[in-house]
Every structure is written in C-alpha cells, then in structure tokens.
C-alpha cells in the first residue's frame, strides 16, 4: 500500500474516532436535555392541573372538580388525565396504581416517570390531590413518548449527517494537505531517482519544501551531482582503458606479423628469385623470340602480383581497426589465416590444414578474429615437433557459455599434436604476460588479447590439453544474424 494511503487512513481512523465520539456525546447531551424539558413541561402541567381541579374543588365541589378531569381527558391532545387512588397498606385493592406510587419513598410526593416497557412507551406524571373522601388521591398525566422518540430520531439524523459531512470535509482536507505536503514530493523524489538511474544525472529533484523531504530532495540532487562526477571519470578512464587494450591489440598484431615475417620472406623468394631470372633473360636477350620474351614477362607480371597479394595480406593484418562485426565464413577467414602461417609451418616442417564440411556463418570482425586464430597458430606451430599435425575445425554446435543460457554457436577449433600445456600452467595461459618462452621469444600476451576480442564478440574460449599428446583451444562464437536461434 502507498505510504500516502496509509498516512490518510491512519488520520482519517483518528479523525473519524473522533468525531464519531463527538456526536455520540452530542446526541446524548441533546437528548438528556430534550427529556428533562419535556419532564419539567409535564410536571408544571400537572402542577397547573391540580391547581385548577383544587380550585374547581373549592368553587363547586369533588363532582366538578371530577367533571373537569373528565373533560380534560376527553381532549384530542395526546395528554390523558384521571384519578388514581393510592393506598400504600394494601396495594393488592389498587391494581391498576402503579406499584412505585406505593413505594414510600413515591408515596404522596410528586412523581414523573417514564414506562419504556411498550412502543413507543408512556411518560407519567403524578401529583397529589386531596380528594375528599379519598385522602391518598393523584392527578395522573400521562402522554405518549412517540412525539419525544420522532423528535430524538430527527437529532439522530441530523448529527449523522453532520458526522459523515465533517468526515467527508476532512477526508478531502487530509487528502489535499497529504498530496501537498508528502506524496506530491514524494512522488517527485521517486521520479528524480529513476531519472538519476536512467544516467540523467542533470536531473534534479525540485522539492522546495524546507522540511525533511526537501532536504532529502537537496541530498539527492548532490548525490546526482557526484554521481555526475563520478561517471565522468569513469567514462576517461574507460576511454584510456580502450585506448590501452587497443595498443595492446596492435603491439600484438605486430608481434605476430614480426613472427610472419621470416615465413613471408621465404614465401617471396621464390617468386623473387623467378621474376629476377626472366628479368635477366630479357636484360640479356637470352630468348628465342620476341613472344618469348613477353611470355617471360607475363611470368615477372605474375610473380609480382603473386608477391603483392602476399604482401597486402600482410599490410591488411597488421593495419589497426576498430571492431567491425558483421556476417562472415569462419572456414574462409580459417582458410586465410591458415594461408599467412603456411610459410612457417612448411618451414617448421608441421601438416597444416583446415577441417570443415560446410560454411560456418558467425557474427564477427574478420581481421579482429584472424588475429586470434594467427595467435592460436603460432602457439600451436610453436609447440608442436617437425612432422606434427595442426587442425582448424570449424563447425557449429549447441552449447551453454560460462554465464549465460544454452544456445547455438559457431565454434573454431585449434587442435595441435604439440607438448601439450602442464595442467598447472592451464589456468595461467590466458592471464597477461604469461609465457614459458624464453625472453624476446614470446611476451605472454597472444592468449589473453585472444581471450579479450572473443569476450568482445559476445563469445568465450576453453582450452584443453595433455602432456605429451597435444593442445586443444576451442573458440566459440555468435552464430550470423540469420542463425540464431
Ligand atoms: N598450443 C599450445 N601448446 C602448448 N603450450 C601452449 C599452447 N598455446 C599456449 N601455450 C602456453 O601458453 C603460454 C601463453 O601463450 P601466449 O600466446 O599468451 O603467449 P606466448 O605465446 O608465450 O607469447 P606471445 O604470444 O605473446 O608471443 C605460452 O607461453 C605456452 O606456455
Ligand atoms: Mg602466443
């Protein structure tokens, strides 16, 4: 429940107690003053009429005197007159007087008593009169309580209405005044932390109460201002942080084309060596004919297209971009990955080749990913004895990530017959500047820039390995747009 509601319905329990205890002491002061008149009216009435049948007495005698009763009672007034007789020795003899006139504590004194006994109940009033020869005689009045009992309903209406109008202007007061004073700035507080947590930290709480939730609205709007700060140094920071992994990236890529380099020089050899003896031939004349010589020179043409296309391959590798990822062929980019470290492996004296019965759609950065399966490579080339063998199989299977749910991926598998990694150097080989080459052979950074660009695709790496058998790094990455499942 909203706090304001409950404020509301706690002050409106209070409020309601309150007046309902009101009116109740209203009602009952209005009616206990209304009885009394209404006795006191009757008593002085009865008074005046026993003055009247005593001097009727005096004047012409108990018949008139009775007479005069009589007619009273015959009036169409609601107020009944008669005689009563009262003897307190044999009450038995006087059935119809009511029993406390013949208590002596009534006895001979003047007397008003209400009956509640029927509906609407009878009010009385009792005066003693001498009436020779009875010398124990009363004048009884006696009226009906309807007229009292529809009056006493009235006041009841009326301070009902009166009660639930009073609860009804209070509850839209407290209402107002709780709007006003709580849930208005409340409310304003709770979309300015919202705002805050959506980053709009120049968002600012507009409370300007000088009570407790202004100053909640005034810390808030600092604590936004620091948040503000905060954010901005963080975003530098990230910013540097980028800048730094990018560096690190590039120093790494040019490491690896460094290590390219030896293979890449002895892959141009040959061509070199062939377009430099056709050059000669032509230089010397050394041909049969001048469609020899062109023939020669197309062969030079192709040797330095041959070279070109080795050298950009190169260039492209080794040029620093920021991560583009779009739908690719793992087996292509596999395939020309394999194609730049082929010099080395043939150097090296190590099998080579790439595994994949069809094209594996992933959604990546092409020159981003050749750099991880170039580190991959080498690490596997690096480890693995003349006559060897390194696979790259691509594929796609289903999987389920360190943290995340189970799904379909492209997965690229780099798989040596190398020494294999000592199961206490396996969970170091992604940790940066980790490296059991010797100093200038390798600067422990190949796995973990891998391990950074594969996060970033949204993917993850795993590695296995046993001694003496070889070493297995599976990449696994988001299937293309058009895959997912
Ligand atoms: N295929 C593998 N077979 C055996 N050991 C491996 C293999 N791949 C990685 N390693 C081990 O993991 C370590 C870390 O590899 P990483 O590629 O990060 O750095 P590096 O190869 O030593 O140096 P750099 O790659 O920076 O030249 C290696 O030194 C090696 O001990
Ligand atoms: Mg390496």
Sequence with gaps: MRLSWKINLGLMLAISTVLVFQAHQRLGREVALFENDVRRDHHVMGRALRNAVEDAMEDAGPAAAIDLVRRLDARDDGLRIRYVELDASDPALRPDAPRYLLDPVGLGAEVVHVDQAGDPGWLYTYVPIALPPEPETALELRESLASQQAYIR???????????????????????????????PIESLIAHARRVGRRDFASRAHVGSHDELGELGRELDQMAAALQAADQRLVTE????????????HADRLMTVGQLAAGVAHELGTPLNVAQARAKMIASWDVDDEEDARGNARTIAEQCD???AIIRQLLDFARPRALEAGDEDLAAVARAAV????PLARKRGVSLDVVSTSPVGARVDRGQLQQVLLNLLSNALH????????H?????????????????????????????IPPENLPHVFEPFFTTKDVGEGTGLGLSVSHGIVRDHGGWIEARSELGQGTTFEVYLPPASGERA
């Design 154 to 184: 009235a006041t009841q209406v009326r301070i009902a209405e009166w009660l639930v109008l009073m609860i009804a202007v209070s509850w839209a007061v407290v209402a107002v005044l709780i709007r006003w004073l709580v849930s208005g």
């Design 339 to 342: 194609g730049l470290v082929a």
């Design 238 to 249: 990230q910013e540097a942080k980028s800048r730094a992994v990018d560096q690190l990236r």
């Design 383 to 390: 480890a693995t004895p003349p006559d060897g063998m390194v």
């Design 306 to 308: 041959r070279m070109t």
């Design 392 to 420: 790259v199989v691509v594929d796609e299977v289903v999987a389920c990530p360190p943290a995340g749910e189970e799904g379909r991926f492209a997965r690229l598998c780099v798989r040596d017959t190398g020494a294999g």
